[in-house]
């Protein structure tokens, strides 16, 4: 086949291809995308948009916090509010340290997580007592009831969990009823709100002048539970717990959008921000996986297959061995093996070899594991047979067997 036709169909598919994505794209990508999400600027159903902008038409003053450590909380201001908004809470030690220090002065964190908030409720519980009974609750309509607390209202607030068309169950956090009112309300844990009459929703912890106010379940926050008819309500009562003074908000979008922690300035996070951008990227990437396969096959001649090398030396060795042997040189023999024997040494215990005779079994004895009179009736056979040109073969076999014996018994 014409290698230009090739070219011209293979551009022709790719062009098909590109104009049945985009078309699939325009009519069959949803409008919104139902990822929870916890980014002050996210306008998708399960985004913190909505939230963020009713916190902040009620509060002049919104400091936004980047810092992971929390450096950024002034521990020295009162009557303020701290607001972390996450899937997951990863706290370590330090970082709520810090969080307990300002809250002690006199301000509120209200911290709202599927997680629980171990490194901050281990302040108040004993290390007698473990904090378990943290669990889910699988359902997908769910009923808020605030009780007796001090709330705006007080009526049972509806919920359910949306996913496109359909309402789907959800896994919905919080302390187990009979856990929380048996155990940790024994530690001044205080009761906001429970999902129905089976987990405890929200709760609060009064810490030096200020408030620890915790929330089981972030999604009722976003934008489309705000909507429905009872999430003015539900919101409006949990920042009735809020202190009237300027607000720290944990920025999410310094760090990942979904979990919290993040990566600004990302060219990736632009490109997947928009499906239109999305699609343009698996396209380049489709096209450079097409190339690879049609076109690169191997277009120089074949190199040709060159023998193995072969190793030599042992042959030689034994080549000098036997040369050796037949001449009744055995003490250059001994003193070939002498000469192994140090080299041996150096690069096993890193010892200088060039030290006096008796220092040098001394550091040997100590490095291998051998008693020194050993190695000392070892270097005896070595002097001898060197010195010694009238050498027999049966005197260069024990100092063989010698050497042997010591390799297998050194460290």
Not at 44 to 65: A, D, E, V, W
Not at 225 to 248: A, E, R, T
Not at 293 to 308: A, C, G, N, T, Y
Not at 347 to 371: A, H, P, Q, V
């Amino acid at each position: 086949m014409n290698k230009n036709l090739v070219v011209i169909l293979f551009l022709l598919v790719v062009a098909i291809l590109i104009a049945a994505v985009v078309y699939y794209q325009k009519e069959y990508t949803p409008k919104y995308e139902w990822g929870e999400s916890y980014s002050k600027d996210n306008s998708q159903p399960y985004g913190m948009k909505l939230f963020y902008t009713i916190i902040k038409k009620q509060n002049k003053i919104i400091k936004l916090i980047k810092d992971e450590s929390y450096q950024e909380l002034d521990t020295n201001k009162t009557n303020s509010n701290f607001i972390m908004m996450a899937d997951n809470l990863n706290l370590d030690s330090a970082e709520a340290s810090i969080i307990l220090k300002y809250v002690e002065k006199g301000n509120n964190a209200f911290i709202c997580s599927n997680v629980a908030p171990l490194e901050l409720s281990r302040t108040f519980v004993p290390a007698t007592d473990s904090i378990d009974g943290y669990e889910e609750y699988y359902d997908s309509i769910i009923s808020v009831h605030f009780g007796k607390t001090n709330v705006p209202y007080h009526q049972k607030l509806k919920f359910h969990y949306q996913n496109l068309k359909d309402t789907i169950k959800n896994n919905w956090c919080g302390y187990r009823w009979n856990y929380f009112f048996d155990t940790l309300t024994y530690y001044d844990f205080k009761a906001i709100s429970t999902i129905d009459d089976t987990i405890v929703n929200s709760y609060y912890i009064q810490h030096g002048k200020g408030k620890l106010i915790f929330h089981c379940n972030p999604v009722l926050f976003t934008n489309y539970n705000i909507l429905q008819k009872d999430g003015f309500v539900h919101v409006n009562n949990m920042l009735s717990y809020l202190k009237n003074g300027p607000i720290y908000w944990d920025d999410p979008t310094a760090d990942n959008e979904y979990t919290g922690k993040s990566a600004q300035g990302n060219p990736l996070k632009f490109l997947f921000s928009d499906y239109r951008l999305r699609w343009g990227w698996y396209l380049f990437i489709i096209t450079i996986f097409l190339y690879l396969i049609f076109r690169s096959k191997r277009e120089q001649r074949i190199i040709p297959i060159l023998p193995k090398n072969q190793n030599t030396s042992i042959e030689y060795t034994k080549a000098i061995g036997t040369l050796y042997y037949q001449k009744g040189g055995h003490n250059n023999i001994a003193s070939e093996m002498y000469i192994l024997f140090l080299s041996d040494v150096r690069s096993r215990y890193n010892i200088f070899t060039d030290m006096e005779e008796k220092d040098l079994i001394t550091e040997i004895s100590i490095r291998s594991g051998i008693k020194a009179l050993v190695i000392a009736d070892l270097f005896n056979q070595f002097n001898t047979i060197k010195s010694n040109p009238n050498t027999n073969s049966k005197e260069l076999i024990e100092l063989h067997n010698s050497i042997e014996n010591y390799h297998k018994n050194r460290k």
